[in-house]
């Protein structure tokens, strides 16, 4: 977590280049998050999962509201569980090849200290 001396040269024909030194300093970031990543083994047992539990609900039986806010609650519990299961803790840094890493980096630098 040093400074690092960055140079800029601006150059215009009317006036001697300018040089300046910024300092940039380091960002810790200390993020988590649960994903799946996109196009693995996990991405297609997560769907599977789904779709073998939306196979296995049981539909002929929704006579009443009730009945309907159930299997409501039984198909959230399905993605619920499916995403436990094939999910991973993922740590984010600035180096991370996670796509939301700049948006992530925005959103902390906006946050006044």
Known sequence: M???DTLITLN???H???II???IQDIN???NIQSIKKYSEEEKNFVNSIIQGIENL???SIRSREDLQNLVQ???TIFENAWHQH???RHITKHSRYGGVKTILTTLTDIPN
Do not use: D, F, R
């Open 58 to 60: 049981n539909i002929s």
């Open 29 to 31: 970031i200390n993020i």
């Open 16 to 18: 001697v280049p300018l």
């Open 12 to 14: 215009h024909e009317s």
């Open 87 to 89: 999910s991973k803790l």
């Open 21 to 23: 030194n910024i300092n």
């Open 2 to 4: 040093g400074l690092v």
């Open 74 to 76: 039984q198909l959230a």
